[in-house]
DNA sequence: CGGCCAATTGACGGCTCTCAAATTCCGTGG
DNA sequence: CCACGGAATTTGAGAGCCGTCAATTGGCCG
């Protein structure tokens, strides 16, 4: 485990910095006991956490005591079936809400970890139910989350099992691609957060084949890339080869 | 497509023939005003509507306007890229809430299609929205029911992600099995609703693959198949094999 | 009886995995 | 600041699993 004992990356410490701003918060529905009321009514503990790189939010087996709202940085979601074997499900990234699959039976069925030092927003699943019981929108809100992770799993399922390697590498470009671009950073050149081992974990693979990927897509033009530094060169044809 | 002109099966004209005991419902919560109020005062339109096999609940791109609960039957549960791709994520059988994915934007991602004539319940939307916001006990079961469908997805996942064809096969026999046994049908021997193709596509692997594989396993002694008729001989193989 | 579709089996090729080695990067300690 | 060690990444060679193509069988329905 790589925890190292370094301080929160720029972005992290920025946004600890900031006040705590939940005006613009996309899950303000799901904290705040109706909307408009007055934020100091807040419970404390609605706070804020930070988490470095290589910590968990929370693992398999936790019992569901907070849902997350990722403030800053990223992380991976992954699954552990009893013989060992693993799958990276999602990369959530700022915005995203974590933990919802822990609500059929209260009990986390994956661990959250932080690919970078990041900031979560820990909501208390109690409050938030009770909130939900109140606020006809925010129970919707989550309704909406909720399936939203239905939906981004069953088109990452699709991904699996019925495209090639290539083609999976190049949707994944993609959508790290319009993930940059909806957070306002540039949509052709970013940095990788994860390894190339959990590249492939995600996307069915092995190390070496995404390797082999990444140098076929560089051969051809398509993108450049070092180490962890992506320069998106044809997003076009990237997005030709995914077909969707 | 395939729209025979055959009758309900037997199973589907018994639940058809049965009185509306929602008593014993699972679901019950979602579309009762209030546990324990009266049936009858129940919306005409919380209806029944028998599915031929071949016959779509909802196609992906249809407004949503009601969930379904699988009554009698089973059906496929199939997104579609706009390449035209294919992946069936689910094979939901009696008991099972459909059209969850349709929450996050209002719209059908998914098709639902009867592998057998069947019978749904339709639970019109808005009317469960406004149970949930009445009851916390639907609301909870709600979201436990989308919760589910996330958990069951993701350990789809890792299943075509990080086993090979013989474990994925092996893997879908003791879950059918399991679904058999839980409904008090017999666990070792039934029979398979879907095509090789359906299997083939939802494990993400081709239809020849899935014969080879069953023929395998049958030389190991540890199933015996014979077109849609599965006898399981070994259910202990077949879970060590999964490993989980 | 004939046609169509589902299912099965074989042959072959290729994509991906496995094994191996070299290189670079990065953090740690001297 | 420099040296060292481990981790991450890249590339090559070879094998094997699985997909593709093809042919056949059997059942269902018109």
Redesign the interface.
């Known amino acids: 485990m790589d925890t190292s004992s370094f301080g929160l990356s720029r972005a992290a410490r920025h946004v600890a910095a900031m006040p705590r701003d939940c005006e613009s918060c996309a899950v303000a529905p799901l904290c705040h006991p109706l909307a408009g009321a007055a934020p100091q009514s807040l419970p404390a503990s609605y706070g804020r956490r930070r988490v470095r790189r290589g910590e968990a939010v929370y693992r398999a087996g936790d019992p569901l005591s907070n849902l997350y709202q990722l403030r800053a940085g990223s992380m991976k979601i992954r699954?552990t079936?009893?013989?060992g074997?693993?799958?990276i499900?999602a990369f959530p990234v700022a915005g995203a809400l974590l933990g919802?699959?822990?609500?059929?039976t209260g009990t986390h069925?994956?661990d959250a970890i932080a690919l970078e030092d990041s900031v979560v927003c820990a909501l208390p699943y109690a409050d938030l139910?009770a909130n939900?019981?109140r606020d006809?929108s925010a129970?919707?809100l989550?309704?909406?989350c909720?399936?939203?992770?239905?939906?981004q799993?069953?088109?990452?399922?699709?991904t699996?099992?019925?495209?090639t390697t290539d083609v999976r590498v190049a949707g994944f470009m993609v959508d790290l691609s319009e993930q940059m671009a909806a957070h306002g950073y540039s949509p052709r050149e970013f940095v990788l957060k994860m390894t190339r081992e959990d590249i492939a974990?995600?996307?069915?693979m092995q190390i070496e084949t995404v390797c082999r990927v990444f140098s076929r897509l560089q051969s051809a033009a398509l993108i450049h890339v070092s180490k962890r530094h992506l320069k998106i060169l044809d997003v076009d044809a990237l997005r030709r080869m995914r077909?969707?």
Do not use: F, V
């Not at 909720?146 to 939906?151: G, K, R, S, T, Y």
């Not at 799993?153 to 699709?158: A, D, H, M, W």
């Open positions: 699954i079936n009893p013989s074997a693993e799958q499900t919802l699959d822990a609500i059929e069925t994956s139910m939900c019981n006809a129970a919707r989550l309704h909406q909720i399936a939203h992770d239905i939906n799993c069953q088109r990452l399922l699709l699996l099992g019925r495209m974990n995600h996307l069915g077909c969707g």
